[in-house]
């Protein structure tokens, strides 16, 4: 079994298109993605929430991640706003205990939100209520994510290639080729 930081790596290399960019960003990579890995692997389900102008890219891993071909179990990915579409109501404390509260009784299991978006919009107080959430945040430097810069003109090729990677981590871990938190 391979350190996932030394598998990362690895795999940046391997890829085809041009993915070096990434090089300088897997020693903050590598920690969120154990952790996101590790959490699934329990059988955590995760709850992927983007911003408006990311919409397009949770739409893309929801009907990537669980696609027949993977050769894998399927995994409990779920948009919350399919789940709950009022969520751009929900903005008091009291709003978010509730929902909380829902998706709670609904994964027994446990959960974590994966979001994708920008640090300044509403929906960050629900991503930043927890530390173990999955955050890729745009223009904002926040403890525990992975940064994206909007300016970025390839971000949106960005973003897929961190996708193909992630996906590529999950089946590693679940194949037993990487060591994992325990």
Not at 24 to 49: D, F, M, N
Request: hydrophobic fraction near 40%.
């Amino acid at each position: 079994m391979q350190k996932l930081l030394d598998w990362t790596l690895e795999t940046i290399r391997k890829e085809e298109s041009d993915f070096s960019w990434m090089e300088e960003y897997r020693y903050e990579w590598a920690p969120l993605v154990e952790s996101a890995a590790t959490k699934i692997i329990e059988g955590q389900s995760v709850l992927l929430v983007t911003d408006e102008e990311n919409h397009w890219f949770g739409d893309y891993v929801a009907t990537k991640i669980n696609l027949l071909q993977n050769n894998r179990p399927l995994l409990p990915f779920f948009q919350l706003k399919a789940l709950f579409p009022d969520l751009s109501s929900v903005i008091s404390t009291q709003e978010i205990e509730l929902l909380e509260d829902m998706l709670d009784i609904s994964y027994p299991n446990g959960y974590f939100i994966w979001y994708i978006g920008s640090g300044d919009h509403p929906y960050t107080k629900l991503a930043f209520r927890s530390d173990e959430n999955f955050l890729w945040i745009i223009d904002e430097e926040v403890q525990n994510s992975f940064p994206l810069r909007g300016s970025d003109e390839l971000r949106d090729i960005k973003l897929l290639q961190l996708f193909k990677l992630f996906n590529q981590t999950i089946d590693a871990a679940l194949f037993g080729e990487l060591e994992l938190l325990s």
